[in-house]
């Protein structure tokens, strides 16, 4: 992995595919075969290998509208509502938008694939109502991972009692004794219900996306959260916005608009 060609982008000699390209390929099952449902976040850098991935998988007439351009790569919670901003616009602020949001460099296999699926969709039912995030059950304890402790049992999944940082090697072994999950990354929700979340937990992002120029709207964010990206502070930025009104779909394994990080 390297800063011009990440980890997302190389192709394993198994399958002779990228993450990238298997990420897409399941939203793409996710969103109906519906291309135009599909919006990318990358930055300048990556957008053209973007384009020439998914042209590889014989999807030329991809909009390369849908493939949205960060001019900085500070964090996540600008990045994702960045592209809400933009589904919201192309969809004429439809208030039925349901919006999952997945990383690209998840390796799901071929048999745990349509389960993930399943999921994903049986989400869609109380989308409306909360922000979903995806627990995946632990196999071993891990200090790479973040961790979601839940608690409240619902119709579906369970309500989010806290996020927890990547711990140390005894206080991940601790959480896995006390039924903590590890925390995938990826949501769903309603993109009405997020934009109200994000006005009421983090209104200097909701503040910055009023600017016109989108250079101002990520430079405004960057000062006050100008953090790299990594998949623990993913977590905890885009919890941010989440953790009051947020349910979890437990995994055992690792029609929708979809947002690929």
């Not at 390209?21 to 976040?41: A, G, H, P, W």
Request: with cysteine; glycine share 6%; aromatic share 12%.
């Amino acid at each position: 992995s390297r800063e011009y060609y990440p980890k997302q982008f190389i192709k394993f000699k198994s399958f002779n595919k990228s993450l990238f390209q298997t990420t897409f390929e399941r939203c793409l099952k996710l969103s109906n075969n519906n291309l135009d449902d599909i919006y990318i976040i990358t930055n300048e850098m990556h957008k053209f290998l973007v384009m020439g991935q998914i042209e590889e998988l014989g999807y030329a007439e991809f909009n390369e509208d849908n493939i949205l351009v960060e001019p900085f790569g500070k964090n996540t919670l600008p990045a994702v509502y960045y592209g809400i901003k933009e589904i919201k616009n192309n969809s004429g602020n439809n208030k039925d938008n349901i919006v999952g949001v997945f990383p690209s460099d998840h390796l799901i296999d071929k048999d745990s694939e349509e389960l993930f699926i399943d999921t994903v969709k049986s989400g869609e039912k109380i989308a409306k109502d909360y922000l979903i995030t995806f627990g995946i059950e632990p196999t071993h304890p891990h200090t790479g991972y973040g961790y979601i402790k839940p608690s409240k049992r619902l119709n579906i999944g369970y309500v989010v009692e806290e996020f927890k940082e990547k711990p140390d090697l005894e206080t991940s072994k601790k959480y896995i004794e006390e039924g903590y999950l590890w925390n995938s990354g990826m949501f769903l929700f309603n993109a009405d219900l997020f934009e109200e979340e994000v006005k009421k937990h983090s209104p200097d992002v909701y503040d910055a996306f009023k600017l016109d120029d989108i250079n101002e709207k990520i430079a405004k964010i960057s000062e006050k959260y100008g953090l790299p990206i990594d998949p623990g502070a993913k977590i905890w930025q885009l919890s941010v916005a989440m953790q009051q009104r947020v349910e979890i779909l437990k995994l055992l394994y690792i029609k929708t608009k979809i947002m690929i990080l």
